[in-house]
Protein backbone atom coordinates (compact mmCIF):
# COMPACT_ATOMS: atom_id res chain seq x y z
CA UNK A 1 0.00 0.00 0.00
CA UNK A 2 1.58 3.24 -1.05
CA UNK A 3 1.57 5.92 1.52
CA UNK A 4 2.67 9.55 1.54
CA UNK A 5 2.88 11.82 4.86
CA UNK A 6 4.09 15.42 4.57
CA UNK A 7 5.36 17.16 7.57
CA UNK A 8 7.08 20.70 8.14
CA UNK A 9 3.92 23.02 7.52
CA UNK A 10 3.18 25.96 10.12
CA UNK A 11 3.06 29.24 10.13
CA UNK A 12 5.75 31.74 9.76
CA UNK A 13 6.09 35.56 9.33
CA UNK A 14 7.16 37.20 5.41
CA UNK A 15 11.11 36.49 4.39
CA UNK A 16 10.83 33.20 6.68
CA UNK A 17 11.61 29.87 5.88
CA UNK A 18 10.66 25.93 6.33
CA UNK A 19 11.27 22.94 5.11
CA UNK A 20 8.62 20.08 3.75
CA UNK A 21 8.91 16.62 4.41
CA UNK A 22 7.22 13.99 2.37
CA UNK A 23 7.96 10.36 3.42
CA UNK A 24 6.49 8.00 1.09
CA UNK A 25 6.27 3.95 1.91
CA UNK A 26 5.27 0.72 -0.50
CA UNK A 27 6.83 1.86 -3.58
CA UNK A 28 10.19 1.94 -4.94
CA UNK A 29 10.50 5.54 -4.30
CA UNK A 30 14.16 5.94 -5.90
CA UNK A 31 12.68 5.45 -9.52
CA UNK A 32 9.86 7.43 -9.11
CA UNK A 33 9.21 11.37 -10.26
CA UNK A 34 7.67 13.22 -7.28
CA UNK A 35 6.54 16.72 -6.70
CA UNK A 36 4.63 19.25 -4.63
CA UNK A 37 1.43 20.85 -5.37
CA UNK A 38 -0.26 23.32 -3.52
CA UNK A 39 -3.62 24.51 -2.96
CA UNK A 40 -4.83 28.39 -1.64
CA UNK A 41 -8.11 29.00 -0.58
CA UNK A 42 -10.80 29.23 -3.21
CA UNK A 43 -7.94 28.36 -6.04
CA UNK A 44 -6.98 25.14 -7.96
CA UNK A 45 -4.12 23.16 -6.91
CA UNK A 46 -1.23 24.09 -8.81
CA UNK A 47 1.91 22.32 -9.22
CA UNK A 48 4.98 24.13 -7.26
CA UNK A 49 8.45 22.04 -8.27
CA UNK A 50 9.12 18.13 -9.68
CA UNK A 51 11.95 16.41 -9.32
CA UNK A 52 13.27 13.22 -11.60
CA UNK A 53 15.12 10.03 -10.36
CA UNK A 54 17.98 11.79 -11.77
CA UNK A 55 17.33 14.84 -9.67
CA UNK A 56 16.36 16.75 -12.57
CA UNK A 57 14.17 19.82 -11.20
CA UNK A 58 11.34 22.09 -12.24
CA UNK A 59 9.79 24.94 -10.50
CA UNK A 60 6.61 27.40 -10.66
CA UNK A 61 8.00 30.72 -12.11
CA UNK A 62 6.10 32.00 -8.92
CA UNK A 63 8.80 29.67 -6.49
CA UNK A 64 11.82 30.00 -8.68
CA UNK A 65 14.64 31.10 -6.88
CA UNK A 66 12.99 30.59 -3.36
CA UNK A 67 11.80 27.20 -3.11
CA UNK A 68 14.39 24.04 -3.58
CA UNK A 69 13.09 20.60 -3.99
CA UNK A 70 15.21 17.45 -2.94
CA UNK A 71 15.22 13.97 -2.41
CA UNK A 72 16.92 11.43 -0.39
CA UNK A 73 16.36 8.13 -1.86
CA UNK A 74 17.71 6.07 1.04
CA UNK A 75 15.18 7.74 3.39
CA UNK A 76 12.61 7.95 0.87
CA UNK A 77 11.92 10.93 1.25
CA UNK A 78 11.54 14.10 -0.63
CA UNK A 79 12.09 18.05 0.58
CA UNK A 80 10.53 21.44 0.04
CA UNK A 81 12.87 23.81 1.20
CA UNK A 82 11.03 27.46 0.81
CA UNK A 83 12.60 30.45 1.62
CA UNK A 84 11.65 33.83 1.54
CA UNK A 85 7.88 32.89 1.91
CA UNK A 86 5.49 35.54 0.66
CA UNK A 87 2.18 35.58 2.03
CA UNK A 88 0.82 34.91 -1.03
CA UNK A 89 2.66 31.10 -0.63
CA UNK A 90 -0.37 30.43 1.91
CA UNK A 91 -1.75 27.29 1.00
CA UNK A 92 -2.07 23.91 1.77
CA UNK A 93 0.80 21.92 0.22
CA UNK A 94 0.81 18.67 -0.92
CA UNK A 95 3.52 15.71 -2.48
CA UNK A 96 2.64 13.53 -5.27
CA UNK A 97 4.04 10.78 -7.01
CA UNK A 98 3.86 12.50 -10.17
CA UNK A 99 1.38 11.21 -12.74
CA UNK A 100 -0.29 9.10 -10.67
CA UNK A 101 -3.29 8.96 -7.99
CA UNK A 102 -1.39 8.82 -5.01
CA UNK A 103 -1.26 12.08 -2.83
CA UNK A 104 -0.37 12.93 0.61
CA UNK A 105 -2.62 14.34 2.99
CA UNK A 106 -1.36 18.00 2.76
CA UNK A 107 0.00 20.14 5.37
CA UNK A 108 -0.85 23.44 6.34
CA UNK A 109 1.56 26.81 5.34
CA UNK A 110 0.62 29.79 6.40
CA UNK A 111 2.60 33.40 5.70
CA UNK A 112 1.62 36.53 7.79
CA UNK A 113 2.50 39.58 6.40
Known amino acids: QVQLVESGGGLVQAGGSLRLSCAAS????????MAWYRQAPGKQRELVAT???????NYADSVKGRFTISRDNAENTVYLQMNNLKPEDTAVYYC???????WGQGTQVAVSS
Open 51 to 57: ITRSRST
Open 26 to 33: GTIFSGLT
Open 96 to 102: RIEGTVY
